[in-house]
């Protein structure tokens, strides 16, 4: 079902082969960032000795202002004193983070003596990162790019997919263009945590999709999430291009794609109507497993993960 708010948040749907799916709406709430404070028992109490005292009595003018030449030591001979001392409250904090990881089920562990490199390291404010930049993803049916929607040139294509009935019982988006543009504006002019996207398959437009926040999502209400679980939503637009095994086969791509450039992000999840046989079918194909069934607003779901864990297992 459509979001059940006009917010910038998309909703929560299952994809099928036969192209159906149905969003539920995301609400505007961020979990807070984990252990903000991990580092702060590392503060080191430093003492200047009497000489640095006297220089600084000494070298202070008439004015009460001190020389540069004197200030610059001293914080220089501070500042050595300070990296030495930080240099075993570092090792024991790095190790704090590790076993905090492993209590959350983290798999990735961090060695405590070497931190990873800056480009590697998840930031906790981001919530979905660039979806445009993830690029072109090779696939066995062929080359596909997810590319955010735009309205002026997507919006006629996704109505039409929305307003085929057998699309309509599951998204409940039927209806004239105005309603189908206000679902994806909601998205588009939010704060990120939600990307509308076409799937273009060799160039060509078959696939619209959701990538989502879902631990931000009402589903998270309904599921014990995460921080970071993402969600995908996929309809398979054209007729032709259904029931064909194209839908576990991109879902398989896009949901390895999103554990690759959202490293933060340990598990993709998805909710398809637990009626809706050929979208379940996709899933487990696609690698997801089955957690539970789970009763949402608008539907009894069937809750599918694809671990990063098992990703090369399953």
Excluded at 139 to 149: E, I, K
Excluded at 161 to 175: E, S
Aim: charge should be negative; include cysteine; hydrophobic fraction near 40%.
């Amino acid at each position: 079902m459509p979001p059940t708010d006009a917010s910038a948040n998309a909703g929560t749907a299952p994809v099928t082969d036969t192209g159906t799916t149905s969003p539920t709406a995301p609400e505007s709430r961020i979990g807070p960032a984990a252990d903000a404070g991990a580092d702060s028992e590392d503060t080191l109490d430093l003492h200047l000795p009497d000489e640095f005292v006297a220089l600084f009595a000494e070298d202070t003018g008439a004015d009460g202002s001190r020389s540069l030449g004197a200030t610059a030591t001293a914080t220089a001979t501070a500042t050595a004193t300070a990296t030495a001392g930080q240099a075993g409250a570092s090792a024991t904090s790095a190790a704090t983070v590790e076993r905090a990881g492993a209590g959350t089920g983290t798999t990735t562990a961090t060695c405590a003596s070497e931190a990873p490199p800056a480009s590697t390291t998840p930031n906790p404010d981001d919530l979905l990162g660039d979806v445009a930049d993830w690029g072109l993803l090779s696939t066995p049916a062929g080359a596909l790019h997810l590319v955010p929607v735009r309205i002026e040139r997507d919006l006629p294509i996704i109505s039409r997919w929305m307003n085929d009935p057998a699309v309509t019982a599951f998204w409940g988006l039927a209806g004239p263009d105005n309603a189908i543009e206000e679902h994806l504006r909601s998205q588009l002019h939010g704060d990120g945590r939600s990307v509308p996207c076409m799937g273009l398959l060799e160039g060509t437009p078959m696939s619209y999709w959701e990538i989502y926040r879902a631990d931000l999502d009402p589903l998270a209400r309904h599921y014990p999430a995460r921080p970071h679980d993402t969600g995908v939503h996929l309809l398979i637009g054209g007729m032709g291009d259904r029931g064909r095994g194209l839908g576990g086969t991109l879902l398989r791509a896009v949901a390895d794609l999103a554990l690759d450039k959202r490293l933060a992000c340990a598990r993709v999840v998805a909710e398809p109507d637990i009626r809706n046989t050929p979208s379940v079918a996709a899933f487990l194909t696609a690698g997801f497993r089955f957690a539970a069934e789970i009763d949402l607003p608008a539907k009894r779901a069937a809750l599918m993960i694809r671990d990063r864990s098992l990703r090369h297992l399953l």
